[in-house]
T-cell receptor, first 117, second 112 residues
Framework: DTGVSQDPRHKITKRGQNVTFRCDPISEHNRLYWYRQTLGQGPEFLTYFQNEAQLEKSRLLSDRFSAERPKGSFSTLEIQRTEQGDSAMYLC???????????????FGEGSWLTVV | SQQGEEDPQALSIQEGENATMNCSYKTSINNLQWYRQNSGRGLVHLILIRSNEREKHSGRLRVTLDTSKKSSSLLITASRAADTASYFCATDGVEYGNKLVFGAGTILRVKS
């Protein structure tokens, strides 16, 4: 499978625990995005990387959230001291950056469901 | 913040009928993309239309873009039960940078 893959697909954790999600983008893609989605809503942007550089972070990304893409390939999203409000699906996506108005299709993975109990 | 808003919020049709979903956005865009999401699954890319394009087709899908009205529509012809899903539009542009900004989506139910 050459799509975006995410692991784990489902995670149930107790409040206060730390969780980490991994994303493997499409291999030739240099941009990687993290989004969060709650029931009945569209995905909300969290952060994105171009290669290993984290270029933008949403205000939604509190200091309990950290994302890395150490070698410009896979990425991890860690949530520390989880809260019930963190329960959501965390979506990873990737694209190949173009120039100007080239129209970069962004491909999403299947998501990682987080339930904080 | 949401850039796009889909309309209607929910749509129920019979198999074989056409389904039209609309998306409005607020600021200038570079591209607009439509995605499908089955319940509990990730997003599947359907079609990308650039700001200088007015219409694109892909199989049973037809997307139009009217930048003067800041709106787009997705038409699914000859719908099938398997088309039952949520549909989202997402835009990228100067104000929002390289990321996509999504609306809340339209839930489509196709009855067999």
């Amino acid at each position: 499978d050459t799509g975006v893959s995410q692991d784990p697909r489902h995670k149930i954790t107790k409040r206060g625990q730390n969780v980490t999600f991994r994303c493997d983008p499409i291999s030739e893609h240099n941009r990687l995005y993290w989004y969060r989605q709650t029931l009945g809503q569209g995905p909300e942007f969290l952060t994105y990387f171009q290669n290993e550089a984290q270029l933008e972070k949403s205000r939604l990304l509190s200091d309990r959230f950290s994302a890395e893409r150490p070698k410009g390939s896979f990425s991890t999203l860690e949530i520390q001291r989880t809260e019930q409000g963190d329960s959501a699906m965390y979506l990873c996506a990737s694209s190949q950056a173009g120039t100007g108005n080239s129209g970069n299709t962004i491909y999403f993975g299947e998501g990682s469901w987080l339930t904080v109990v | 913040s949401q850039q796009g808003e889909e309309d209607p919020q929910a749509l129920s049709i019979q198999e074989g009928e056409n389904a039209t979903m609309n998306c409005s956005y607020k600021t200038s865009i570079n591209n607009l993309q439509w995605y499908r999401q089955n319940s509990g699954r990730g997003l599947v890319h359907l079609i990308l239309i650039r700001s200088n394009e007015r219409e694109k087709h892909s199989g049973r899908l037809r997307v139009t873009l009217d930048t003067s009205k800041k709106s787009s529509s997705l038409l699914i012809t000859a719908s099938r039960a398997a088309d039952t899903a949520s549909y989202f539009c997402a835009t990228d542009g100067v104000e929002y940078g390289n990321k996509l900004v999504f609306g809340a989506g339209t839930i489509l139910r196709v009855k067999s």
